[in-house]
């Protein structure tokens, strides 16, 4: 059974930061790639960030210069760094991973259940 348990999400003032962290639990064998996606109230889920298994990433253009996705020293954990904050970055962040369960098995999308984090004065 593999997890995705997010945290780091909270109320921040305009400019403010604040670090999101994403831990796959479970039977993993690898997880080629991991990033966050996020919903921002009454609209669609976009993508953020991701970081593949080979450490390149991408960034969405909303967030490029501000935000910051890396690995973690703990296997399977991400991290996303978030400066310069802007109301409009208001939203549930959701991490997400493709996951392999075992060797030379076909990996699958995974969605944690999500972190809050609201931008506001």
């Known amino acids: 059974q593999v997890q995705l348990v997010e945290s780091g999400g909270g109320l921040v003032q305009p400019g403010g930061s604040l670090r999101l962290s994403c831990a796959a639990t479970?039977?993993?064998?690898?997880?080629?790639?991991m990033g966050w996606y996020r919903q921002p109230p009454g609209k669609q889920r976009d993508f953020v960030a991701a970081?593949?298994?080979?450490?390149?990433?991408t960034y969405a253009d909303s967030v490029k210069g501000r935000f910051t996705i890396s690995r973690g020293n703990a296997k399977n954990t991400i991290y996303l760094q978030m400066n310069k904050l802007q109301p409009e970055d208001t939203a549930v962040y959701y991490c997400?991973?493709?996951?392999?369960?075992?060797?030379?098995?076909?990996?699958?999308?995974?969605w944690g259940q999500g972190t809050q984090v609201t931008v506001s004065s």
């Open positions: 970081i593949a298994g080979n450490g390149v990433t």
């Open positions: 479970g039977s993993i064998f690898s997880a080629a790639s």
């Open positions: 997400n991973a493709y996951i392999s369960t075992a060797q030379g098995m076909a990996g699958s999308w995974y």
